[in-house]
């Protein structure tokens, strides 16, 4: 029944949205090419599924409304993965196989990421990942793939900046979490003269009756937001009162929904700059009926990308094809997005990308930003 409710969900969302591009009369008569979004539309990370929907939607209907892509209308084929790594490698399967989408936006979490790589670089699809930042994304040597935003490797160096010389800690903890972001982050804090304790695979009440005896001054959590919150809460429930910093894993509503009142003055990283666009803003909300969340700015840079490099190889070949796509996003240099300039390395790798930190406050997610101009260094 699952996997039936599954397919029935996938289905709706592509028929919806195939139905909502043929329906712009002066459209109608183009040729259509198709790109995808793959992201979870079920279960706890549904929030980061709709704002990347919401804001791919946005983006297709204005470039649509505007003439489409040199002659041809856009349709969007948006599938959900559960957040599973099977799914996702089968919903990348999925778009694989329909010949008329020549670039998919996707996946939003690390394993699921990480899971569809091979597919899209068998069937010379090109990929931009607006959210995960797992190293092998970009280290794998996958010649089609574009991250939009900052790695492991970066991540654990600024947050140990922060954890070190904004909050002036002395002694930090780390549990859980990838191991080159765990890597990252104890190589640095430890460089800047901070006391490191790791905690990697301990049976939950060993763990919390560890770091209450080290007591740190900052622990760093490095896994998902349900581990966080449950972690969060046996350590106030002993009186541990550390602060908290978490990496990305944390930027979640239900972190704070589990945690309740313990989430309270947690400070985790968020991969998408303060939204400081009006215009978007305004077309987000007039379109969704939603305010934009903090996985809205990135799918919307990424549609942006893409159809840019489609248009370009209309212009070029006469008709869209993948390879050329692949070919124009390797190329990028200097796009001006929502959230900055983006330029892909040679590994499609976004360059100076930088790291933002959110604080709970008042009970509510994503909470308020946080500077540190040393985490940027």
Known sequence: MRTVRKLLVSALLLGLLVVSASCLPRLSTRPTVKIGLV????????????DALHAVKLAVAERN???????YAVELVALNDDQDPESA??????????????GVIGHFGEETTVAALSVYEEAGLALLVPASTASAVTSGGHTQTYRLVADDGAIGAAAACYAVLERASRRVAVVGGAADLVDSFVSTARQLGAEVFVHQGQEHQILVSELSTEDPDILFFAGEGIEG????????????GSSILGANGLDAPHYVQIAGEAAEGTVYVSMAPPLLDARFSRAY????????GPYAVLPYDAAGLLLDALEGCIALEGKP???CVANALAGTSGYKGLTGTISFDEWGQATDREVYFCEIVGGRYPGQFRSCPACSQ
């Open 89 to 102: 490698s089968q919903r990348a399967r999925e778009m694989t196989v329909d010949h008329d989408v020549v």
């Open 229 to 240: 919150a449950e972690l969060v809460l046996a350590l106030r429930g002993v009186g541990q």
């Open 65 to 71: 409304q505007s003439g489409g892509v040199g002659g």
């Open 285 to 292: 909300e007039e379109s969704s009926g939603a305010i934009p």
């Open 321 to 323: 094809s993948r390879s």
């Open 39 to 50: 992201a979870p539309f079920e279960g706890l990370d549904r929030h980061r599924g709709y």
